[in-house]
C-alpha cells in the first residue's frame, strides 16, 4: 500500500530508539534517551524552513521551534512527548516498524509519535501556500513517561514569559477530544527501627513490621478515597507500587520504605495528599513512620467546555467528519503540567490507550492519516 507522508515520517521515529530509562541502569545505552529523535525532528523542521533549538541535558533533551505569522489568530502549543516506555517482552522487534494492513506496529507507534508525525506533515503542507493562521509553538519534550515531566517543566522555563493561548497535548485517544483527565503523585514512606541481632529480635525494633503496618493502613485510605468522586473521571485512587528495607534475613531491620502511586482528581493539592496519609498514620497509632516526600508530577486537568480551545477543536473535528463530544481519560499527561503553570489545554491523538505500552503495540494508520488533516483544519482556520 502507498503510504503517506505522515506514515512515512512514523516509520522513521519509530527507528530511532527514545526510551526512557527511567532509575534503570541495566538498560543498552542504544535504547535510552530522546537526544538522537529530538535532533531528527528538529532537523526536519529546519528543512521546513523553521528554526529548532534542543533544550536540556545531553542525551535527554527535548525539541521545542516557533512559527509565527503576522495577524496571528491565536498561539498553539502542540506537544508530543519523545520518549517511550522500555521494550522488556516485547513479542515484536520494537524498533523495526512493520505495516500489516491498517496497522503500523512498533515501540512509540501510539505513544505517541504519531501525533509528531502527523503534526509535522501538517506543517509541511501548510507553510508553503501561506495558509497558517496560527501562531504554532511545536514541542517534542522528554521525559513524559517518567512522574517529573523534566521535559515539560524545561519547555516551561524556556517560554515562559511567551505562554500560548492554549495546549494540545497529543496522547492516544483514538481521536477523542480530551478536557478531563486525572493526575499522578507519589509519595515514599520511611519507618526507622533498631537493629540488633535476630535471635534476640525484641531488643530491637523491626522497620519492616513497622512498614507492613503503615501499608495496611494506605489500603484503609484507598478504601476511604473510594468514596470520593468526580462525575467525569470516578475516583482517585492509592496504591503500594514499590517496597524495600532490611540488610540481612539474621538482622532486625532498621530501615525500609514503600513508594505508592495516587491518582489525583482536580481540585486536589499535594498538601492536602500528604496530610491525608498523615493522617491515616496517627489513626493507626503508627510513629515510627513518616512522608518523607510527597511529588505531584503530574496535575490533573480540567479545562472548562466553553475554552476557546475546545472550540477550535471541535470545529476542526467536525471538518474531519469526526464526533466533538469532549471526554475524559484516568490517564494522566503533561497537559496537566502546563495546566497548572496557566497554560490550558485539551488532549488528542491517534492510537488507543489500549494498545500504549504493550508487547505488540501500534497504531492504526488511517487515524494518523486523520490527525493530520485535522492539525491542517486547525491550523488554517
Known amino acids: 500500500m502507498k503510504l503517506s507522508p505522515a506514515v512515512r515520517s512514523l516509520r522513521d521515529y519509530i527507528a530511532i530508539p527514545s526510551v526512557n530509562p527511567g532509575d534503570r541502569t541495566d538498560l543498552p545505552a542504544e535504547q535510552t534517551g530522546e537526544s538522537r529523535y529530538a535532533e531528527h525532528v528538529r532537523e526536519q523542521l529546519r528543512r521546513m524552513g523553521v528554526d529548532a533549538e534542543l533544550l536540556g541535558r545531553e542525551g535527554r533533551q527535548s525539541v521545542v521551534a516557533e512559527v509565527r505569522v503576522p495577524k496571528a489568530r491565536q498561539t498553539i502549543l502542540i506537544a508530543s512527548h519523545l520518549d517511550t516506555v ?11 516498524p512493520v ?5 503500523l506496529y512498533g515501540r512509540g507507534s501510539c505513544d505517541t509519535k504519531g501525533g509528531m508525525a502527523a503534526l509535522l506533515a501538517a506543517l509541511s503542507k501548510v507553510l508553503p501556500g501561506g495558509t497558517l493562521r ?20 524545561d519547555v516551561l522555563a524556556r517560554l515562559g514569559g511567551q505562554p500560548p493561548d492554549w495546549v494540545l497535548a497529543t496522547e492516544p485517544t483514538e481521536l477523542r477530544l480530551i478536557t478531563k483527565h486525572k493526575g499522578i503523585g507519589a509519595a515514599k514512606l520511611r519507618a526507622r527501627g533498631c537493629s540488633v541481632h535476630s535471635s534476640d529480635p525484641k531488643r530491637g525494633r523491626n522497620a519492616i513490621t513497622s512498614l507492613c503496618r503503615a501499608a495496611l493502613a494506605i489500603e484503609q485510605l484507598s478504601d476511604r478515597l473510594a468514596e470520593r468522586s468526580d462525575p467525569d473521571l470516578g475516583t482517585p ?35 492536602s495528599m500528604r496530610r491525608e496519609l498523615e493522617e491515616a498514620l496517627r489513626r493507626n497509632d503508627i510513629d515510627d513512620v513518616t512522608v518523607e516526600e510527597f511529588v505531584l508530577g503530574k496535575p490533573a486537568l480540567a479545562t472548562p467546555s466553553d475554552h476557546s480551545a475546545v472550540a477550535r477543536c471541535q470545529q476542526s473535528l467536525a471538518a474531519c467528519g469526526l464526533a466533538i463530544e469532549p471526554g475524559a481519560v484516568a490517564f494522566a499527561t503533561d497537559a496537566g503540567v502546563f495546566a497548572e503553570a496557566g497554560w490550558p489545554g485539551v488532549v488528542m491523538g491517534p492510537g488507543s490507550i489500549a494498545q500504549a505500552h504493550t508487547s505488540r503495540e501500534f497504531v492504526e494508520v488511517d487515524q494518523v492519516d486523520t490527525m493530520t488533516d485535522f492539525f491542517i483544519s486547525l491550523l488554517t482556520s
Open 134 to 153: 496560527s501562531n504554532v509553538v511545536v514541542v517534542g519534550e522528554s521525559d513524559e513517561e517518567a512522574h517529573s515531566s523534566q521535559g515539560a517543566r
Open 237 to 271: 485512587s492509592l496504591n503500594v507500587g514499590i517496597i524495600g528495607g532490611g540488610q540481612a534475613v539474621n538482622i532486625v531491620p532498621d530501615d525500609a520504605w514503600l513508594m505508592t502511586d495516587r491518582r489525583v482528581l482536580p481540585g486536589e493539592t499535594p498538601q
Open 86 to 96: 522500555p521494550v522488556d517482552g516485547m513479542e515484536i522487534d520494537p524498533f523495526d
Open 99 to 103: 505495516v500489516k494492513g491498517n496497522r
